[in-house]
């Protein structure tokens, strides 16, 4: 099954407001990255995390691998962060693949 | 700043046809991997290989065949392509030393299937 579910899978921010992204796993995840995908397609790397929190800018990120999940939070969000936010998880199974989730499709609205 | 390229950007093919992607990282990285993205935007592994040796193999049509030259390049061979072929393959580099696995993407390659 799935072992990676994320939420919500749409979510519109006005400008300036901000809003969490969610991840939950399934079994014990090694590590988890956060992506943003643009309009382009490409993937950007946003965190990587194997405990704890991260902040950068306007994003904020934490892994709990013990509750198994992790969060990715945008404050002060500008139309530049629309697009969709992948988390990926990394299991403990020594092959490091890596588990997506289905995405986050974000649209920010002035 | 690109450190993982593929090529080509796009293709269109015709159903049967063979078709070629190439990847290639200078991060200088030991694990590669490719992944599909299909019209939902799901993305799911499909091969991985550390220092030219593949260790994930994830269940895919056999027309599929990863070729790893050196630990850099990952090409990705299809042949006889089938529509539901048609999405875009990523493909990704990480280390697997230094206790820090993350994985950086090229732009991708769409591929459609007429």
């Known amino acids: 099954g799935d072992q990676v579910e994320q939420s919500p899978s749409a979510l519109s921010l006005h400008e300036g407001t901000g809003s969490a992204l969610r991840c939950n796993f399934t079994t014990t995840m090694r590590a988890v990255q956060w992506f943003q995908q643009n309009s382009r397609g490409s993937l950007i790397n946003l965190f990587y995390?194997?405990?704890g929190t991260k902040e950068n800018g306007r994003l904020k990120s934490t892994f709990n691998s013990k509750e198994s999940y992790s969060t990715l939070h945008i404050r002060d969000a500008q139309l530049e962060d629309s697009g969709t936010y992948f988390c990926?998880?990394?299991?403990?199974?020594?092959?490091?693949?890596?588990?997506f989730g289905a995405g986050t499709r974000l649209k920010v609205i002035a | 700043e690109t450190a993982v390229f593929q090529t080509p950007n796009y293709h269109v093919t015709q159903v049967g046809n063979e078709v070629s992607f190439n990847c290639k990282q200078t991060l200088g990285h030991d694990t590669m991997y490719w992944y599909k993205q299909d019209s939902k935007k799901l993305l799911k592994i499909m091969f991985s290989y550390n220092n030219k040796q593949l260790i994930v193999n994830e269940t895919v049509p056999r027309r599929f065949s990863p070729q790893s030259s050196d630990k850099a390049h990952l090409n990705l061979r299809i042949k006889s392509v089938e529509p539901e072929d048609s999405a875009v393959y990523l493909c990704a580099s990480s280390s697997r030393t230094g206790g820090s696995y993350e994985q950086y993407f090229g732009p991708g390659t769409r591929l459609t299937v007429l």
């Open positions: 990926a998880a990394d299991g403990n199974t020594g092959n490091y693949k890596y588990v």
């Open positions: 995390l194997a405990s």
